[in-house]
C-alpha cells in the first residue's frame, strides 16, 4: 500500500476494485465502513455483488476482465469534465499526453460493450473518484490475477494519478496483500530478479556487496519464477525443488500439469506445518514449528515491520523455518550460525540501507514500523511518494484494453471466478483444522445463479460437474445472487474440489508471471447417478 | 493495591493474581504470581479492559482448585457474579480488588471505555443507529424505521464472532449460533437479523451490559443497545437484575417451579 | 498455574492484526485481539479469532518425514537434512546450481525469507528463488 490502514478513515471517497474486502481483509473493511459512515463516498467495482457493494455509492458489476476498459472509461469522462488534476500532472507526472489519447477513445459506449456498465454509472463513479479527494484505491487479487494485471495495476496507478491521490494523505494506491508476510518475502530479496529492498540483481555493484557480505561469488545469472519453473521441471531443467511452507500444489494454476512437473523432479523437499497436497509429493518433509513457537518479524501490507513472539514451545520435533535453514546450509558446506532471529534481522538491515536500515527489535515495539525506514531516527513512513515520486516523476502509462485469455464461447460458454470465503484461508491447510472455521464451510462449492441452477434442474447442494480445456471437478452447488447468470464462483480452499483442474496455467501476464486465475471457461452439467 | 497483592501472594490467599502490566508501552492483561513477586510492581489498573474475570475461568477449568486473585470494576464485578450463580467460578476460590473507573454520575452503569464515547459519523446517524443513544432514543424511531436502521447495522457484519468471543458470561460449549439447523453457516453477512437476534435472546439474563463485546465489533454494531433491551424486558417480566448479585438463581427467570439443577465446572477440552 | 500472554501478529492475511496468545501451562489455549494495536485496535476477524486453533491441530506435522519406497517413515532432523543436503549436492555436482529451485514463503518471517534466498543464492547458487506471491 502506498497508504496506511488507519489512513482509510480519512478518505473522502474509498474505491474498491477487485477486493471482496469483508471477507478477505475484514479488519481493512472496518476501515472502510468507518470512513463511509464519516461521510466517504464509496465505489465498489467487482465481477460479483459483494457484501460492500450494498453500502456503496455506486456499485458494478461489470465483465470478468474487463478492468482496463472500465478504468480508462472513468478517467476519459473525468478529463472531459476537467476534474482532472492539471497542477499536478504537470509538477509531479510524465507522458500524460499519452495517456489522454488512448482513453480518449474510451466512450462510455465502447466501455458499456466492453464492461456492461452503463454510462449513467460510469459517469457517477469518474464523478464521485475525481470530486472528493483525497480518494483512496484498493484493490486485491480480483486486478492482479489476469493475464492483463500489470496493466490493471497500472490503470488503477493512472486514475490516481490522474486525479492527484498519489503522495497525500488518506489517498494513494493500495493493494492488499493476500498473505501475512508476502510484502516481506518481496521485501527479503525472495524473487529471482532482487535482493533484499529490490536492489536488482542486474547491478554489479549489488551483487559485489553481497558477494562480500555473504563470502561467496554469487551468480548474477537471472533466476527462474515459479510460473517458469514448472515447464523447466518438465523439461528435465529443474530437478531439485525446496518448498518452505506454500502449497504450490493447489495454489498454482493448473493441477494436473504440476502434478506431473512435480514427479519429473529428482528430489522435492517441503517444509510444512501439515502434510499439505505438495507436501505428500515430497521426498522429505521437514516438520516445521507455528506461528506461536517462535520469534521473527513481517511485514504488513502497509508496509509495517512487526515481530511476532514466541509463545510455546515447538510443538513435537519441530523446529523454526531459520533453524531448519540454518542446518540445511550447514550440511551443504556453507555454515550458517545465528544465536536468535534479531542477529539475522540485523545482517538483512545492514545490507538494506534504503527501507530497513534503521529498524532495530527494540524500536519495532509492539507497534513496528513502517519502511522507508533509512536510519535508526527515522519514525518510518505512513505514505509514500509524499512530495516526489520514488522514481522521480510519476509516470502515466496508455493501456489499451485486452480480453482475457479465454471468452465463453459454445463449447465452455459459463464464465469461471476464484477467490477465498471468510472463513477459510488459502489452501485450507491451516483453517480447515481449525474447528471454529470448519463448521463455517466443511467442503468446497461452485457459487452459482438461482437462474443459471434452475436451467440444469439443480437445487442447492446438488453436485455439479464443472468441465474446462484442462480437466473436470465435482462440487456441490450453492444458489446465490452474488454471481450472475453466466458466472460462476469457485473458492480456492478445498482440496476435494481443486480449482486448479480448472484453471489456465499457459495464461500468465507476461511481466509479472502472475496467472490468470481470476477469468477460465467452463461448461457446467449436474450429475446423475 | 501492588502491597496488598503482594501480601496476597505472599501469603497464599491466592495463587494468581490477574492485573495489568505495561508492555513496551502497551498495557496488556498479566499474571502475577509468588515465583515473580518483584513483578507486582508493574502492577496497574490500565487504561483499557480486558475480560479478566473469562480468562480466570479458563484458568479454573484447568484447576478448579486454584485461588485466583483480580482486579475488578463494576463491570467485572458483575459479570463475576453472573459467573458464580452459573457455576463456572467457585466464589470461595476468588478474591477481589476493586477498581473505581468510573467517576461519574453514571455510576451504576458506566464504564471506562464509554465515558469519552466515540462519535458516530454523519452518514450512520443518517441510516444506522448511533451508539451513543440510549433505549429510549432508539424507541423513538417507529417500528419500521427502527427495523431499517438495525438492517443496516447487522448488514455489516463480518461474521468474527467477536461478540461472543469476547464476552465474560458466553462459557456454553455449543454454541447455537454455529447450529446450521438455526442459522445458516457460511454465509457473509450471517443471516440477517437471525444471527444477532439469537445472540440477543441468548444474552437475556445474562448480559452485565460490560460493552465489551461493542468494543470488539470491527463494524461498529451497536451490540450494547441490542442486550440492553432484552434485558430490560427481563428485569420488567420477572424482575431479574442481572449480575447484580452472586445468590440468585439464574432459573428465577424461568418461573418458580424449575428445580433445574447446575452442571459443575467441567474442565475445558 | 505458569500462564502468560504473549503478544503476537497474526499469521492468516496481509492485514497484520495485533493478536494476545493466553498460555497455560504451555499450552495455547486462546487468541485475542490486542487493544491498544494500531493496525485493529482491539478487533479480530473469524479467522484471528481462532489462530490458535492450528497450531494445536492433531493434524500438525511433529517430526521429519522420509518417503522410501513410497511411503513417510519418521525420521531425526540429522538424518532428514543429510539424505537431502547430499540429494541436492548430487544434482547439483551433476546438472549445475541452476538445477534447482527454492521457493521461499509469504507465510514465513522476514528473517526466514532473508535465510532462505540467502540459501539459494550462497548456499546453491542460483537465483532461482520465489514464493507464492502471485498465487
Known sequence: MTNSIAEIEEAGCIFVIGSNTTAC?????RRIFRAKEKGAKLIVADPRNIQLSRFADVAVTHRLGSDVALLNGMMHIIIQNGWHAKDYIAQRTEDYEALEKVVNTY????????????????ERMAELYATNPPASLLYA???TQHTTGVDNVKSCCNLAMLCGNVGIRGGGVNPLRGQNNVQGACDMGGLPNVMTGYQPVADPKVMEKFSKAWGKKLSERPGLTITDMIPAMLEGKLKGLYVIGENPKLSDPDWNHLNHALKELDFLVVQELFLSETAQAADVVFSAASVAEK????????RRCMRMRKAIEPIGNTLSDWEIICKFSTAMGYEMKYENP??????MRSLTPKS?????????????????CPDTNHPGTPYLHKDQFTRGKGKFHDIEYKDPAEMPDKEYPYFLTTGRMFAHFHTGTMTRVSPHLDVEQTTGYVSINPKDAAALEAKEGDVLILTSRRGQIEVPAKLTNSVAPGLLFLPIHFGESPTNVLTNAEAFDPLAKIPEFKVSTVNIRKFSE | MQEQVKEWLEQGKVDIFLGYKMVEGHPLPHFFTKENLAEVNDLITGSVRYPLE?????????DPDIRIGLLVRDCNQRALNVLYVWNQLNPENVETISVNCCPSKLKEHADCSYLEPQKSGPYKKKVGVDNNMNLEEVEAYDQQERFTRWIYEFQKCIKCYGCRNICPVCFCKECSLEHDDLINTGDLPPEIPIFHLVRAVHMAGRCIDCGLCEDACPVDIPLRLLYKKVNEIVVDVFDYQTGTSPSQSPFNILGDKVTLELKPISKAA | MDCKIVPSVCSYCGTGCGVLFEVMDGKLVGTMPMKTHPVNEGKLCIKGWNLHEHVNSFMRLKQPLVKTFGRFIKTDWDEAIQLTADRFREIIEKY?????????????TNEENYLGQKFARAVIGTNNVDHCARL
Open chain 1, 295 to 302: 520469534e521473527g518479524t513481517i511485514t504488513n501490507t502497509e
Open chain 3, 96 to 108: 549445475g546450481p541452476d538445477s534447482i529451485g527454492v521457493l521461499v514463503s509469504a507465510k514465513i
Open chain 1, 342 to 347: 534479531e542477529e539475522i534481522f540485523n545482517e
Open chain 1, 25 to 29: 481483509h475484514p479488519l481493512i473493511s
Open chain 2, 54 to 62: 473469562k480468562i480466570a475461568t479458563k484458568i479454573a477449568a484447568q
Open chain 1, 356 to 372: 530497513y536500515a534503521g529498524m532495530t527489535y527494540e524500536r519495532l515495539g509492539l507497534d513496528g514500523l513502517q519502511w522507508p
Open chain 1, 107 to 122: 466512450t462510455p459506449d465502447r466501455v458499456q460493450a466492453i464492461t456492461g456498465v452503463d454510462q449513467k454509472n460510469l
Open chain 1, 141 to 143: 487479487m480480483g486486478i
